[in-house]
C-alpha cells in the first residue's frame, strides 16, 4: 500500500503545505506518522489476558504474565535486530520514533513508559502497545499520579486496531474500564474490537450466557449508540489450562479471526491515514475560508470608511478652496491637509474596528462559523460535520489570526481551495476503493489458513480429553 500512501504525501506536499504555511495552522499529519508501522493497542482489566495474548501472537515470552498485577507500564513493543529496552524520557526525546507528543503527560508517566526491540517476524509490519491493567482501588480519591485517561486517548488517536479485553470475572463491571471506554475511547468505534477472553473456563452453557450477557448490560449503559460493538469470545490456549466442557471450535475461530485482523491492520492503517487526511483537509479548508471571511469583511470595511473619508475630506476641501480667502498655495495646503487628515482618521477607524472585530471574533465562535455558513450556502448535512470541526479547530483559528494581524491574513488562491475540494470529493473515494478491495483480498485468501488452524486447534483440544457424559455441559432453563 506504499504507493497510495505515497500519492497522499505528494498530495500534502503539492495542495495542503502552502496553505497551511501561509495561514499559520496547525494539525498536519506527520511525515512519522504517515510512514510509521501500524499500531495496535491492547487494552484491559486486570488479569484479563492482555500480556498472554501479546505473547501467544508474537510465539515469544516477551511480556510476564500472572494472576496478580506484574506490570503497570505502557509497554511499547517493536521489532528491533537484537533485544531492546529504551525508556520513556529516551523513548520522548528522539522526534525520529514519533512518541514525543507523550512529554505532556510528564515525568510520572515517563517513568511508566518503555519500548521493547525485539527480534521478532510477527512484530517486522506492527507495532503493540501493552498497557496496565485497570482495576478499582480501595481508595476513591486515589489515582496512578498521571493523566491515564489521557495517555490512552493519546494513543487511541493513533492506533490503527483497539483491542479491548475482558474476562469472566470481571466482565466490564470494573469502574476504570467503563470510565476510560467512555471517555478516552469515545469516536473510535471503527478501530475498537471486544475481545471477551478465558472463555475456555466454563464448565456450563449457562455461566458463558450470564458472564457475556452482564458484558453486555455493562457496555450498554456506558454507550451513546444503541447498537452494541462486536464482542470476540475466544481464549488463549495454555498448557496448565484444565480442559474446558464446552465446545471450542467457534471461540477458536473468534481468535484467529482476530490474529488476521491484526495481521492485516497494514491495510487498516492505510485507511485510517486517509481518514486522518481527509480531516485535516475539511480543517484546513475550513480555516482558511473563515479567516478568507474575516479579510473580505475588513477589506470591505476599509473601504468604506476610507470612501466615506475621502467624500468628507473632498467636501471639506472644496469648502476651504471655495470660502477661504488665502492665496491659491495656502488653499492648496489646506486641500491636502484636508484630505490626508480624512484618510488618517478613516484609516485609524478601519484599524480600531479590525481589533473589535477580532475580540468579538474570539468571543462569537458560533456566530462566526454561522456567518460562514450562511455566506457560502453549505448543506444542512454538511454544515453539521463542519461545525463538529470549527468546535475543534477554532482556537486554532483564533490564534492565528492574532498572530497574522488583521490587515496580514492572506488571499487563498482559488486554484488552491479547489484542489483540496477536489481530491476531498473525487479522489479519496477512489483511493478508499483500492484499500477495501486489497483489504478484501487479503482477508479471502487467510479463510482456508484459518479454518484449517481452527480444525486442528479443535481436533487436538478433543483428543486431550474424552467426552464423559457425567461432564457433559448443562444448560439451565
Known sequence: M???????????????????????????????????????????????GKSTFVNYYTQQSIQLTGMAPTDDDFTILRHGGAENERSGSSLVSNPALGFEGLTQFGPKFLSHLKMKSVPNPRLEKITLVDTPGMIDSADSEANRGYDFKGVVRWFA?????????????????????????TSALSDFDHKLQVVYNKVDQFQRLSDFARCYGNLCWNLGKVMKTKDLPQIYPTFVPRPESSPSALPLTEFIEARELLIRKIENTSLQRVDNVLTDVSIYVDRLKLHVEILSHFRKWRKSMGRQLIILGLIFGGGGAAWGWTMSGYEEAVRYMIVGVSLFTSIFIATSLSNLFARKKMQWF?????????????????????????????????????????????????????????????????RLPQLRRVVHQRENEALNESVEEMIQITAEEADALLGQSTPDPSHEPSVEV
Request: aromatic share 8%; glycine share 2%; proline share 7%.
Open 362 to 426: 474570539s468571543q462569537n465562535l458560533d456566530e462566526v462559523f454561522e456567518q460562514y455558513s450562511a455566506s457560502k450556502s453549505v448543506p444542512h448535512e454538511r454544515s453539521q460535520h463542519l461545525q463538529s470541526q470549527w468546535a475543534l479547530i477554532s482556537s486554532l483559528t483564533t490564534r492565528a489570526l492574532n498572530e497574522l494581524g488583521p490587515n496580514s491574513v492572506p488571499k487563498p488562491k482559488n486554484r488552491e481551495i479547489k484542489a483540496l475540494e477536489q481530491w476531498r470529493v473525487y
Open 157 to 181: 488517536e493513533r492506533a490503527d486496531l483497539i483491542m479491548l479485553f475482558f474476562d469472566p470475572e470481571r466482565p466490564g463491571t470494573t469502574a476504570e474500564t467503563l470510565e476510560v471506554y
Open 2 to 48: 506504499q504507493d497510495v500512501i505515497s500519492e497522499v504525501q505528494e498530495f500534502l506536499a503539492r495542495s495542503a503545505d502552502p496553505l497551511q504555511k501561509r495561514f499559520s495552522f496547525q494539525g498536519r499529519p506527520s511525515e512519522a506518522a504517515l510512514r510509521d508501522s501500524p499500531l495496535v493497542l491492547i487494552l484491559g482489566n486486570h488479569s484479563s
